[in-house]
């Protein structure tokens, strides 16, 4: 099975060429690292109906097994990820981010303060996590070993036994 990604940086500066994405490029480097084949990338500025497009078309139409956001979980009334992520899904999976919020909370108490979401649409697994590297990095980090599994058991027909 070939393990595709797809990395979504949502960012109103990075998309108007004003900040250099940090993050977008670090995540493509871990899933790589850890077998994945990135086959798209994109910066999106934070709208929600852009967001929500990117994330249908990685989806509906590119057939993408993993979408990785980053940028846009926190409390700035711009940061719409994870509202735009869950008018998408079909299906929430609420332990990814709680992971990933229990690995922020071991480094700092402000790791609660991180909205992100997490579900599936489709044969799609959809994960949003912070924006900067730092965060970025520890939050995907936390649940990156776990993530082939949770695409296997998507792309099988029926349930699996482990």
Known sequence: ????????????????GE????????????LEANGW???HRTIVPDDFDKIAAELIDCA??????????????G???RDITPEA???????EC?????????????ITPRGMLSREASGIRGKTLIVNVPGSPKA?????????????????????DGSTRH
């Open 1 to 16: 099975m070939e393990y595709t990604a797809a990395v979504i940086t949502v960012s109103d500066s990075g998309f108007a």
């Open 19 to 30: 900040r250099e994405d940090l993050s977008g490029p670090l995540l493509a480097e871990m």
């Open 37 to 39: 084949t990135i086959v």
């Open 60 to 73: 509906d139409n590119k057939n993408i097994a993993l979408v990785i956001t980053t940028g846009g979980t």
């Open 75 to 77: 409390f700035s009334q």
């Open 85 to 91: 992520t869950k008018s998408v899904i079909l299906r």
């Open 94 to 106: 609420p332990g990814i981010p709680e992971a990933m919020r229990a690995e922020s909370m071991r």
């Open 136 to 156: 970025s990095k520890e939050c995907l980090g936390a649940v990156i070993d776990s993530l082939k599994h949770g695409i296997e058991m998507l792309m099988a």
